[in-house]
């Protein structure tokens, strides 16, 4: 009587367990378009979910299929899953070892004594916690502000949103600049960072600029650099220190605060933050990554208006690791080991220039991490940079 019913459910079981083995297997397969990018991004974010999935269907096969031939292929697809999603589970420790290293290597073995404690009492305790990852990160109660006007070049209205503590006070600026190739995106991308940094004793001010291919280089790096003068002019009026300020960006968007950071006019910058961004145009185009799912040559001609051939000046110009020439702003570079759009070859390369340059940096590198993993905020690599951010915004800007 109870048979169908059964042999339905263990068909349906083998269903499942192979759709949550494709699901896990991105967590190593490099995607070849960005329609699977999606999905190479996010898998590893969500290790600790599909590692559950993975058990569930083992356990299923174990204890309740009784066809012979499922359950040994239920146990098979669940066994992969459960080590592919177990090799990013078991990588958290050491890399979460090898972070704090780097850190006492790029600001000193004491830096965290430079930074007052109530201040450190409020960060995350844990670089990963598994309640937090479940329950989601408490963002904490922010004012905020949208559709800000900060200029209009040639018609094109640019506006920022703000994101300021509950209470009101002073505090320091961290400008967060959004990637999307130069073409895509806009200011409220990454909001709920900017929600807990603003939570965290920050006045983030997160910011638009003109896209390519109508609009190409260096019109995004002049529009970065007016927002920077609208809010120094402005600092006042959003409760904001302009000469505690730190720019953020995201690829495109880290490319462009490096830029407008390291300009020797640049207003005073404490310090850069990079979550995967280009810094050798020049070395990208010539040596794209395989798979290529974002088409590098195509976005980087879009942005500079042609090949690296046809204008290697341009290519020269906006790569920021050509303007090590001078002192610059303390970097922080965060990129993913799986990175397939902007590779983290480029990310080590920038912090040994800069550090054989006598400049402050820190390169942190996440084993499992493809492009945009921060997409989730809550998830397994975002909670590592979320961690060491904080604590290197506020070494920036509070140290005694």
Known sequence: MFAKPKILLSWLALLLSFASLILSSWIILPAPNMFLLTLAVGAPEISPWLFLLNLLFLLLSLFYIRRRPIQRIVCIFSLIGLLICGWVLINIPPTQIQMAKAMKQGLGANYLEQIPPPVRAKMQT?????????????????????????????????????????????????????????????????????????????????????????YQFPSQLDDVRTALNFIRKHAAEYEADSESMVLLGRSAGAHLAMLAAYQTDAPPIRAVVNYYGPVDLTEGYKTP?????????????????????????QYEIASPINYLTHPLPPTLLIYGSRDHLVEARFGRQMYERLHNSGNTAVFLEIPWAEHAFDAVFNGVSNQLALYYTERFLAWALFKH
Do not use: C
């Open 126 to 214: 844990h670089p990963f916690d598994l309640i937090n990852f479940f329950r989601g990160i408490p963002l904490g109660k922010t004012r905020y502000q949208k559709d800000i006007l900060f200029a209009s070049p040639g018609g094109v209205p640019l506006k920022m949103e703000v994101y300021q503590p509950s209470k009101i006070g002073k505090y320091p600026a961290v400008v967060v600049i959004y990637g999307g190739a130069w073409q895509y995106g806009n200011t409220h991308a990454n909001s709920e960072f900017n929600q807990y940094i603003a939570n965290h004793g920050y006045t983030v001010f997160a910011i638009d600029y003109r896209h390519a291919p109508q």
């Open 289 to 313: 990554p395989n798979p290529d799912p974002i088409n590098s040559r195509a976005v980087l001609k879009a942005f500079l208006g042609g090949s690296v051939e046809e204008l290697p000046n």
